[in-house]
């Protein structure tokens, strides 16, 4: 399976996950769109990926809730490069709080964040795909795209959303060679798992060591986080598999945790 020279965007992808992804897709030799809402952060990350190769990486601002934004910014690569062939819809945020106190100004922008966004660049990057023949399109779902936990009504929600969309865009662009798939991690210590530590601790009434070995790893078959480059080389399979053969599929990368 082979990524190069083909024309990748990739959201939230100035840190973190989507930083992992659009590394390991610079280093297949692709062109990379590193999307991002902190648009210098998105420039300086491109810098980087550009200069280790062997593809390449430009940095594009892009609030993934913003449908002109979102446009304007498929538009850029489009200019640059002349298509899309995957998209990586990673942007995500997580908020926690028991659903009796989960302010709905939350609620609202964790859903806008995970499902508008998947929804608004999915939708901006189907015609191009189409024009080309075909192309892969990637949500970062979550193993709360399958399980639930508590304080996370809303993110549980988001990812339980991203497999229902996922599934209709599968069965929409599979005529035109669209595959459409979601990554299922566990819990990757990112920023993100790291700002979410102290919050259950809190709101559980239990240690932070508690959250970590029960919360977090308690279902996993080792006890281990997932990596960022577990969840980036399935991205990998998921954009360079070159038929329709796997698409509508979600795969959980969680050290066991969840099996379904």
């Known amino acids: 399976m082979d990524l190069k020279d083909r024309i990748c965007i990739v959201t939230g992808a100035a840190s973190g996950i989507g930083q992992g992804i659009a590394r390991r897709f610079v280093a297949a030799g692709a062109k990379v ?30 609030d993934v809730t913003d449908e002109a934004q979102v446009n304007a910014g498929v538009q850029r690569v489009v200019d640059e490069w002349g298509g899309v ?23 609202k ?49 988001a990812k339980h ?3 229902g969309l996922a599934r209709v865009i599968a069965k929409e662009g599979g005529p ?18 790291e700002k979410q530590i102290p919050e259950q601790a809190r709101d559980l009434g239990i240690s932070e060591k508690e959250v970590v070995e029960r919360v977090m790893l308690g279902q996993t078959v080792d006890k281990e986080f ?19 053969a796997l698409t509508g599929q979600a795969l959980n990368v969680s050290h066991g945790w969840n099996m379904a």
């Open 85 to 107: 062939d995957v998209l990586v819809s990673n942007a995500g945020i997580q908020i926690v709080h028991p659903i009796e106190d989960f302010p709905f100004a939350d609620w």
């Open 33 to 62: 769109a590193v999307a991002d809402l902190k648009g210098d952060a998105a420039e300086a990350t491109a810098r980087d990926l550009s200069a280790r190769g062997p593809g390449s990486a430009i940095g594009v601002a892009m």
């Open 161 to 163: 959303g991203l497999l």
């Open 176 to 193: 035109h060679g669209i595959r459409t798939n979601v990554i299922c991690p566990g819990f990757v210590r990112t920023p993100l798992v």
């Open 226 to 244: 997932t990596t960022i480059e577990d969840v980036a080389e399935i991205a990998f399979v998921f954009a360079a598999f070159p038929t329709n």
């Open 109 to 157: 922008r964790l859903l806008s964040i995970h499902l508008d966004g998947g929804f608004l660049t999915s939708k901006a990057v189907v015609p191009l795909m189409k024009k080309r023949g075909g192309g892969s399109i990637i949500f970062m779902g979550s193993v709360h795209s399958r399980e639930a936990s508590p304080l996370k009504a809303a993110y549980v929600t």
